[in-house]
């Protein structure tokens, strides 16, 4: 049924497409379908999970991304999504890049995208959370607050953005992911580097710690780091004793992809996610839980379309799993297909 569904709407703009579905998703939960939806795509069984002293209703999420501006959360829920991380959201309202931003490449179920954290800016989407959480009733959807800094910003005053929607959101969100590995916005990779990790980091840490009711901090590496770069970020964490590591963002490598160069080259700069992320994904979630003994607890996000795929990052060491991609080429059944597979471990 999704699958022809999917080729009507890949006949129009992938950005377009995103608005509209989860539009006439919101308005038919508006108008009395939420059970109904809630019935055919939740999940079933107890599939708990807690870690960070949180408890996820299944270990299955929805990457940053995709609510940028905590506009369906209800209706996320009714996915039966266990978590959804909001965002990414910068001090200041943000256009983005130019239109259009936003690719299929259906030969290697995967997308490009070079949004540049288009979003609402972070007074308005705090304020959309809290109104959110007063209105729901025995909810149990875990939100992430995903945070970065303003195209504008300079590199070297970037902390200060990240303090900036840290604060905003500690009151309303459940955790943290810091966001320094988006190819979308120019020189955001730099704060990748050790000591540019750490003064953001510690900083947020020390913020964290003196505020009522501390939340989980995580960073989201880029796929595209070096063996070193990756051993300097997992030192740090372990180090400054950061909650988490989300693995991994979008990369900038083209390689071996089915989708012909000439199409490649008209789409031009952005960041690949989907199938051919899957692999390196997988390696580096392994890699990352083997180098520090288990004690950094990894969401892997990275080409995950199927239970399968959810399995393989779980056994390489993960606790929970992010879908982006995926999702939109696999429909709204995913999250039920998933923890199907996942329950029969």
Not at 37 to 66: D, M
Not at 206 to 211: F, G, W
Not at 322 to 337: A, D, H, L, N, S
Request: a positive charge; proline letters at 4%; glycine letters at 8%.
């Amino acid at each position: 049924m999704y699958s022809l569904l999917r080729n009507i709407l890949f006949c129009f703009s992938p950005e377009w497409v995103h608005y509209f579905s989860m539009n006439c998703l919101k308005l038919l939960c508006r108008i009395g379908f939420r059970k109904l939806i809630a019935g055919l795509y939740k999940p079933k069984g107890n599939l708990e999970f807690g870690i960070w002293n949180l408890r996820f209703s299944n270990k299955v999420g929805l990457g940053a991304g995709f609510d940028k501006n905590a506009k369906y959360l209800r209706e996320l829920e009714a996915l039966g999504f266990g978590f959804v991380e909001i965002g990414t959201v910068t001090p200041l309202p943000q256009k983005g890049n130019n239109k259009p931003r936003l690719f299929r490449l259906p030969k290697d179920k995967a997308l490009i995208n070079r949004m540049g954290f288009n979003n609402d800016g972070v007074k308005v989407i705090a304020e959309r959370v809290k109104k959110w959480k007063e209105k729901k009733s025995g909810s149990k959807l875990i939100i992430g607050g995903n945070i970065g800094k303003n195209k504008q910003t300079p590199n070297d005053d970037a902390w200060k953005d990240y303090d900036i929607c840290f604060k905003e959101l500690h009151p309303c969100v459940d955790y943290f992911v810091v966001n320094v590995s988006s190819p979308n916005t120019p020189g955001l990779r730099e704060l990748q580097e050790k000591e540019s990790l750490r003064k953001i980091l510690t900083h947020l840490q020390m913020i964290n710690a003196s505020l009522a009711g501390q939340k989980p901090l995580l960073l989201k590496i880029a796929p595209d780091l070096t063996q070193e770069q990756i051993d300097d970020v997992i030192d740090l964490a372990l180090e400054i004793k950061l909650d988490g590591l989300v693995a991994t963002n979008t990369t900038i490598s083209r390689n071996k992809l089915q989708t012909s160069n000439l199409k490649l080259q008209r789409i031009d700069a952005g960041g690949l996610s989907g199938l051919p992320l899957k692999q390196r994904s997988t390696e580096i979630v392994k890699y990352i839980c083997i180098k520090s003994n288990g004690q950094l607890p990894v969401i892997a996000s990275g080409g995950i379309f199927s239970g399968t795929d959810a399995k393989e990052k779980l056994e390489a060491g993960a606790s929970l799993v992010q879908v982006w991609t995926g999702f939109i080429y696999e429909g709204p059944g995913i999250v039920r297909k998933i923890c199907k597979t996942l329950n029969k471990q």
